[in-house]
């Protein structure tokens, strides 16, 4: 048994050495350089020597927000750090960026949300807390092993989660993680959709997440938002099952749609609201 204590002694000069880095663990209690805000919903860490984005007072409004439009109950409190540079992201959050490096992203638990430091580049503050408020509204009210099997549907959680990122007002000068409308129209007009919810791979990530957003729009249109519900209980229950559960819910394949889709943007009679604020 004595190893074991070792062990512990060990963990535990781990964390006491960790410990004044703050926010390593975003529940440490103590934080140095950033300042903490406390809302009702959650708490928003952000550099000290930094201007506060007025979209964080915002962040109990865009949780709520998040519960109305999934029909659930986000229960648990959560924790949002801006990041003030690459070195502390990575060093926070490196574990859930694994090779990517994207605006934001949200802990598997729901409970804790990283933004990077691209969030100081022009990116809409709002928008980008919305998108992620939605995976952890999402996050909270599944399992773990749901949460990293839907990751392989990036077409589902991320075009739903731009669907929330969708519903605000931009800032002046700042713009979404999706396409200005009127430049994804043009582009969808001779460039094929299909193949952004087919691959794993994308060879333009903000095409395609542009291209999801709007496909929900749409079906929410067509179709209404309960059987969207139906759908999105379906899917994070058994993500694995998530195209043959749009099939049967919608009556139709998912390429169809897809397909269906696309002719409504070539012929007008579906035009995307255009939430953006200025082309990048």
């Known amino acids: 048994m004595s ?20 926010p390593l663990f975003a529940w440490s209690p103590v934080h140095p350089g950033y300042t903490k805000l406390n809302f009702k919903r959650a708490d928003v860490l952000y550099p000290a020597d930094r201007p506060l984005d007025p979209a964080y007072s915002n962040v109990d409004r865009y949780v709520a927000l998040a519960e109305s439009f999934h029909n659930l109950r986000c229960s648990k409190k959560i924790t949002v750090v801006a990041c003030r540079d690459w070195n502390d992201c990575l060093r926070f959050a490196a574990p859930f960026l694994g090779t990517q490096r994207p605006v934001g992203v ?3 638990t729901g409970t804790v949300i990283f933004l990077t430091p691209y969030i100081y580049g022009g990116w809409d503050a709002g928008g980008v807390l ?11 009210n599944r399992s773990l092993l749901s949460v990293w099997r839907l990751l392989k549907q990036p077409w589902f959680s991320e075009g739903v989660a731009g669907v929330m990122a969708g519903m605000g007002t931009t800032a002046p ?6 396409l200005p409308a009127p430049n994804f129209i043009a582009a969808a007009r001779h460039e094929d959709l299909w ?8 060879k333009d990530w903000r095409f395609s997440y542009t291209a999801w957003e709007f496909f929900w729009v749409r079906q929410i249109q067509l179709r209404g938002k309960e059987a969207f519900l139906k759908f999105e209980s379906a899917c994070t229950s058994e993500p694995e099952k998530c195209r043959a559960d749009f099939a049967n819910i919608y009556g139709m394949g998912l390429r169809q749609a897809v397909e269906a889709y696309q002719d409504d943007l070539r012929s007008g009679r579906f035009v995307p609201a255009d939430q953006t604020a200025s082309t990048p």
């Open 195 to 202: 193949p952004s919810f087919d691959a794993a791979q994308q």
């Open 106 to 108: 949200t802990i598997p």
């Open 3 to 22: 190893w074991k204590r070792g062990l512990a002694f060990f963990f535990i000069l781990a964390v006491l050495a960790a410990f004044p880095y703050g």
């Open 130 to 140: 919305r998108h992620e408020l939605s995976h952890a509204t999402l996050n909270q």
């Open 173 to 178: 000068g700042r713009k979404l993680v999706a």
